[in-house]
C-alpha cells in the first residue's frame, strides 16, 4: 500500500522560512507528478506547487518567488523550500503524488502537516 508521509511543519514568525518534505513508501513506481496543495477551514484544498518526473515546475501566484519546489525520483521524495512566509500561508499542508493512468490518474494524498505563520 502506497503512502505518503509529510514531515516539517510547524509554527513560524511572518518572514521566517519551513521546509516541508515528504516521503512515500510501499511504492513499486515513480509517481508521474508530485506537489503541495494546502487547506484552511471552510476552503478548498488549493494548489502550491506541482513538480512532474521531468523537472517542470508548477507554481501558484501567491507562492511564486517564495516557495520552491524540488524531488528526488530515485528517492520518491518531494520537498517545498517556503521563504518569506506569510500568515496567509497559514493551512494544513498534504503532498500529492499522481500516478497516470491509461484512462485517467490516481491521485495519493499524506496526512497533511499544519503550517501557521504568526504575524
Known amino acids: 500500500q502506497v503512502q505518503l508521509v509529510e514531515s516539517g511543519g510547524g509554527l513560524v514568525q511572518a518572514g521566517g522560512s519551513l521546509r516541508l518534505s515528504c516521503a512515500a513508501s510501499g511504492s513499486t513506481f515513480s509517481f508521474n507528478a508530485m506537489g503541495w496543495y494546502r487547506q484552511v477551514p471552510g476552503k478548498q484544498r488549493e494548489l502550491v506547487a506541482t513538480?512532474?518526473?521531468?523537472?517542470?515546475?508548477n507554481y501558484a501566484d501567491s507562492v511564486k518567488g517564495r516557495f520552491t519546489i524540488s524531488r528526488d525520483n530515485a528517492k520518491n521524495t518531494v520537498d517545498l523550500q517556503m521563504n518569506s512566509l506569510k500568515p496567509e500561508d497559514t493551512a494544513v499542508y498534504y503532498c500529492n503524488g499522481v500516478k497516470a493512468l491509461r484512462n485517467g490518474r490516481l491521485d495519493y494524498w499524506g496526512q497533511g502537516t499544519q503550517v501557521t505563520v504568526s504575524s
Open positions: 513538480i512532474s518526473s521531468g523537472g517542470s515546475t
